[in-house]
Each structure stands twice: as structure tokens, then as C-alpha cells.
């Protein structure tokens, strides 16, 4: 009974990847009628370790001087028994998934990036991860907010990525996985914004990062207990 309701998760899964990859493009992306986790947060507020522990293994997107600038949707498998996991990027002209190594996938995702120099899109590069140690889940890692613009260019940046991020985030079948770094809960300046769409948290789910720069005491042999609030 298990594997069947697996194999059907999986199957609604690819569907819905599918039909959303065929429809790149022609229909808003923040529109899409189908229920999708969201991942937002400040510029290196530590969003892609928290991706990491999904995707099941470390990598590290690459999106230039500028950060990115526009939306990743990762589609992520569990494989049984695939090590090293299998990463491919979706191809819009062939529209098929076409495998690369991991170090040319980070390579394309910095490049689609890149090249919209200092705008954005709601257009997303698409990139899928199979593995052994990868849970089965759909996302949609989102441009970080910036907190400091230097310049007028970059003032208008930044302007362009918050109004990106919060269509997204206005979308009522969108779940905001919102990353916060550990410190003083009145400075969680991203989890405001989350408010803002969504007063009573329905469809917020708050992820504290980097605990350990903030609680000494914090080491990987009573992580757990510290976490269940045992002492």
C-alpha cells in the first residue's frame, strides 16, 4: 500500500512539473492555479542550506555580483538507491529535461541570471535533482531581498526583486517556507513581510537558520535535545 501511494505522489508530481515546464512562459508564472512551496528570505540569510537538507547534498548556485534574479524551481526526487544524485535542467526549445554534471548545472543557473543583467523575471530556470537521499517536493527558491543598495541602480534592483517576491508571496496557493537567520525575533524583517499577505500564518512556515552563530552552547551532539527542549 505504501509503495503504491509513493508511486502515485511521484506520478502527480511529474505531472504537475511537466505541465508547468510546457507552460513556461506562455501563462504568468505567479498565476499558476496549483498549490507550490515558496522559499523566501534576505540575501545570504542561508535559503540554499535549507535546500541543501531537501535536494539531499551540498551545492551552491551561483548567481554573480548581482545575486539572482529570478525565480528557481527545483523539482526534487527520491530515487532509491541513486548515488551520486542525477541533477538536469530543463530545455525550453526541446522542452525536455537534459542531465548535466552538477558543476555544469550551477553554470547554467548563474548564467540565466546573468543575463538579465540588472532586471528581473518571473520567467524561471527549471532544475530537477533525483536521488537516494532527496524527499520528494516541488519549490520555488525566490530571489533574496536585499537589504543594502549602494547605488540608485541598485535601489532599482532591489525595488524590482521586492515586487517580484511579493507576487508571489500574495498568492493565496502559495506556501512561504520563510527563512529567518537566529537573533532577536523583533529584527525578522522577512517574516513581516509574510504577515502583510498572510496575518494569521495559514500558510507560513517560519525557518530559523544558522542557530548556532547565535547559541554558544549549541553543538551537534545536543542539537536534538536542545531542539525538544530538554536540557
Known amino acids: 500500500m ?7 505522489k511521484k506520478l502527480l508530481l511529474n505531472l504537475i512539473s511537466e505541465v508547468k515546464a510546457r507552460l513556461n512562459g506562455k501563462v504568468p508564472s505567479v498565476s499558476f492555479p496549483i498549490p507550490q512551496f515558496i522559499v523566501v528570505g534576505k540575501q545570504s540569510v542561508g535559503k540554499s542550506r535549507l535546500i541543501e537538507g531537501l535536494a539531499g547534498e551540498p551545492f551552491n548556485f551561483v ?7 529570478r525565480p528557481t524551481v527545483l523539482e526534487l526526487r527520491n530515487v532509491p538507491g541513486l548515488v551520486p544524485a542525477r541533477w538536469s535542467v530543463f530545455d525550453d526549445k526541446q522542452q525536455l ?9 550551477m553554470q547554467i543557473v548563474g548564467e540565466a541570471h546573468e543575463k538579465l543583467g540588472n532586471s528581473v523575471s ?35 534592483l532591489s525595488s524590482k526583486i521586492d515586487k ?13 517556507l520563510c527563512v529567518e537567520e537566529a537573533g532577536d525575533a523583533a529584527g525578522f524583517a522577512t517574516l513581516g513581510k509574510c504577515k502583510q499577505v498572510d496575518p494569521p500564518y495559514r500558510r507560513t512556515v517560519l525557518v530559523r537558520n544558522k542557530l548556532d552563530k547565535y547559541y554558544g552552547d549549541l553543538t551537534a551532539e545536543n ?5 525538544e527542549g530538554v536540557s
Open 164 to 176: 517580484l517576491v511579493h507576487k508571489f508571496m500574495a498568492d493565496q496557493n502559495n506556501v512561504m
Open 97 to 105: 529535461w537534459v542531465t548535466y554534471p552538477i558543476e555544469r548545472v
Open 122 to 156: 518571473e520567467i524561471p530556470i527549471r532544475v530537477k535533482v533525483e536521488g537516494a537521499d532527496t524527499v520528494d517536493l516541488g519549490l520555488v527558491d525566490l530571489p533574496g531581498f536585499r537589504a543594502y543598495a549602494k547605488d540608485a541602480g541598485m535601489q532599482e
Open 223 to 227: 542539537v536534538n535535545k536542545w531542539l
Open 63 to 69: 548567481s554573480g555580483t548581482l545575486g539572482s534574479r
Open 2 to 8: 505504501g509503495d503504491t501511494a509513493d508511486a502515485r
